[in-house]
């Protein structure tokens, strides 16, 4: 067993009450003198039981403790294009490191390296304007969290009040109507 199984026992033990307090630290006072352990004792009281001792389950800690994340996940079009400039900016920086050292070297595939360094460089740069455009259109389309100050939400408030406004004067229009239509009698 762990020590943390070993002192769980002794814990409660200490907080229980009074007169068993002082019974079972005397129990364990004299058992200590006779050289049991707290496993004997336990695999002693199981077996008295009837339970074999194997059948205790021993307390594990968790490795880790799950804790919930700082910030919200990116949506899933904007890690994409992220996760796509990450690449072509890796593979930009390999070539232009290639090129260098090539350029040192004195190879013949330095121009061809240079050339497709300038090329990467464009397409890395757009590469990175795309993660831009992706999250500004998914904030677009999708909204942004709306806060109590929010123009939005005051704008919606005065829409909803304009609406109900209009629907109850159009009640009261059908009302009168209907009040006018009611005395008339049909001439045939």
Same mark, same amino acid.
């Given at each position: 067993?762990?020590?943390?199984?070993?002192? &769980?026992?002794?814990?409660?033990?200490?907080?229980?009450?009074?007169?068993?307090?002082?019974?079972?630290?005397?129990?364990?006072?004299?058992?200590?003198?006779?050289?049991?352990?707290?496993?004997?004792?336990?695999?002693?009281?199981?077996?008295?039981?009837?339970?074999?001792?194997?059948?205790?389950?021993?307390?594990?800690?968790?490795?880790?403790?799950?804790?919930? &994340?700082?910030?919200?996940?990116?949506?899933?079009?904007?890690?994409?294009?992220?996760?796509?400039?990450?690449?072509?900016?890796?593979?930009?920086?390999?070539?232009?490191?290639?090129?260098?050292?090539?350029?040192? &070297?004195?190879?013949?595939? @330095?121009?061809?390296?240079?050339?497709?360094?300038?090329?990467?460089?464009?397409?890395?740069?757009?590469? @990175?304007?795309?993660?831009?455009?992706?999250?500004?259109?998914?904030?677009?389309?999708?909204?942004?969290?709306?806060?109590?100050?929010?123009?939005?939400?005051?704008?919606?408030?005065?829409?909803?009040?304009?609406?109900?406004?209009?629907?109850?004067?159009?009640?009261?229009?059908?009302?009168?109507?209907?009040?006018?239509? &009611?005395?008339?009698?049909?001439?045939?």
């Amino acid at each position: 067993m762990t020590a943390c199984a070993d002192s &769980a026992p002794a814990a409660a033990d200490v907080t229980s009450s009074s007169p068993r307090k002082t019974a079972r630290s005397g129990e364990r006072q004299a058992a200590e003198a006779r050289g049991e352990t707290a496993e004997g004792r336990r695999g002693a009281s199981a077996a008295a039981e009837g339970r074999d001792v194997a059948e205790e389950k021993p307390y594990y800690r968790p490795l880790w403790v799950e804790e919930p &994340a700082r910030r919200r996940r990116l949506p899933d079009p904007v890690r994409t294009s992220a996760v796509r400039a990450v690449m072509i900016i890796a593979v930009t920086l390999v070539q232009a490191m290639v090129a260098f050292l090539c350029t040192m &070297a004195g190879s013949w595939l @330095a121009f061809p390296m240079v050339l497709s360094s300038v090329a990467s460089t464009v397409v890395a740069t757009w590469g @990175a304007l795309d993660v831009w455009v992706t999250r500004q259109v998914w904030n677009q389309r999708n909204g942004v969290v709306s806060t109590p100050s929010s123009t939005a939400r005051a704008l919606r408030r005065e829409r909803r009040k304009a609406r109900r406004q209009a629907r109850a004067t159009e009640r009261t229009q059908e009302r009168i109507r209907r009040r006018e239509g &009611a005395g008339q009698v049909a001439h045939s």
